[in-house]
């Protein structure tokens, strides 16, 4: 890389970044410097920022609440005895949540959701064991919108604008959706070219329930009010951050839908969960369950 700065720029020290063009011009008299401020565009953080990081139509509150849990994970990590790992993961997202903050253009373009940040959320994920294990009704209730999310943002097209991911919802009604491996072979319909996708994602759906071993659902008191209270954030957010038209403005009605989507998946599949277990413990043949206490756990005490 410095040799190529210094072939290009005559300084191995000049990056090609720093003359990203602000405007494109005609007959090649496009304007520089669209990086020009701060570092590489980089200045002070900014509150409006962080609050479109977290709470605008594709911010990580609302696409993917599970983020929370994760969070909360690294924090029951760090009270049970890892606490130079949690340390390392909580300052790792600070930093990069710091310096986002600081960015001009925050999500770095129509990316379903803040690409900056996806470098640290590796870290963060390794909470959501930790957080499963302790508390598994909070941490699959605020997952499974975030899997939909993220389902539905890969067969439609991730990128989208102003609108947020109303765009998603208004593809999906259109059928405008990603190709596959049988489009390439003649397939047409674009639902069944996508069976292949929906294939693996149902096979890493099985084997992952197969593999994780069952907890009595004792926090699903929590769990459901949870969902319900990002159902708002979901809402209510864009509204506030501002970065994108309001899921509540006319004519982007659309993200309400994928909103009450999520809600709902993931309400029945808690729901489901718990009849089932109310049922085994019920049985002739088995003894109940014993529930663990959530004091500790919402605590973050290290003793439970």
Do not use: C, K
Request: proline share 7%.
């Amino acid at each position: 890389m410095l040799a190529f700065n210094l072939w290009a720029f005559g300084n191995p020290l000049e990056l090609a970044y720093s003359s990203a063009v602000a405007s494109p011009g005609l007959s090649g008299h496009d304007v520089l410097g669209l990086n020009s401020n701060g570092f590489f565009g980089i200045t002070a953080p900014r509150f409006d920022s962080a609050v479109d990081l977290l709470l605008a139509g594709r911010g990580l509150l609302v696409l993917t609440p599970i983020m929370v849990m994760a969070v909360a994970g690294v924090l029951m990590m760090r009270n049970r005895g890892h606490r130079a790992e949690a340390n390392v993961i909580l300052a790792v997202a600070a930093l990069y949540f710091f310096y986002n903050s600081g960015y001009w253009l925050p999500f770095g373009g129509g990316t379903p959701g803040p690409r900056f940040l996806i470098p640290a959320l590796p870290f963060v994920a390794l909470g959501l064991a930790t957080a499963y294990r302790r508390l598994p009704g909070l941490t699959l209730g605020l997952a499974i919108p975030s899997a939909m999310f993220m389902v539905i943002g890969s067969v439609t097209y991730p990128l989208i604008g102003r609108q947020g991911i109303g765009t998603w919802a208004d593809w999906l009604v259109e059928g405008n959706l990603e190709h596959t491996v049988l489009t390439a072979f003649g397939v047409t319909n674009a639902w069944l070219a996508l069976a292949p996708f929906f294939a693996a994602v149902a096979t890493a759906v099985i084997l992952a329930v197969r593999a994780t071993p069952s907890w009595a659902m004792s926090d699903f008191r929590f769990a459901v009010p949870a969902v319900l209270a990002w159902t708002w954030v979901a809402a209510l957010g864009p509204a506030v951050a501002g970065y994108e038209i309001s899921t509540l403005e006319r004519g982007n009605i659309s993200a309400l839908w994928l909103v009450a989507a999520g809600a709902l998946l993931s309400l029945g599949t808690l729901a489901a969960i718990r009849v089932r277990e109310r049922r085994a413990q019920s049985g002739p043949d088995r003894p109940p369950a014993p529930e663990r206490s959530l004091g500790p756990e919402l605590a973050f005490d290290e003793t439970s």
